[in-house]
């Protein structure tokens, strides 16, 4: 069964930063593209970062500001978000699409709140 699990969501002050992590189980994360998408209520789900055949996009709007990584080892992909600001708040999903079924993989969630 795959898991994705993330962590390192909460509350910051703008220009705050937090580091979140996801954790895949089930599945070799090398083998996917794999990144970052967020949430808030009402709107559409929109990409923030992934990183894919070498390549990593991101969301113009956190360009310079947050960066994606990836632990192959401990199959980990995590996003260090800096300079927060009230308009990052969202639910950040975890996510991974298998580079040749196409398989989508998504985590729970984790809420990240920027706010005064």
């Known amino acids: 069964q795959v898991q994705l699990v993330e962590s390192g969501g909460g509350s910051v002050q703008p220009g705050g930063s937090l580091r979140l992590s996801c954790a895949a189980s089930g599945i070799i994360f090398s083998s996917n593209a794999r990144g970052w998408y967020r949430q808030v209520p009402g709107k559409q789900r929109e990409l923030v970062a992934m990183?894919?055949?070498?390549?990593?996009t991101y969301a113009d709007s956190v360009k310079g500001r947050f960066t994606i990584s990836i632990d192959n080892a401990k199959n980990t992909v995590y996003l260090q978000m800096n300079s927060l600001k009230p308009e990052d708040t969202a639910a950040y999903y975890c996510y991974a699409r298998h580079r040749v079924t196409g398989q989508q993989y998504w985590g729970q969630g984790t809420q990240v709140t920027v706010s005064s």
């Open positions: 990183s894919g055949r070498g390549i990593l």
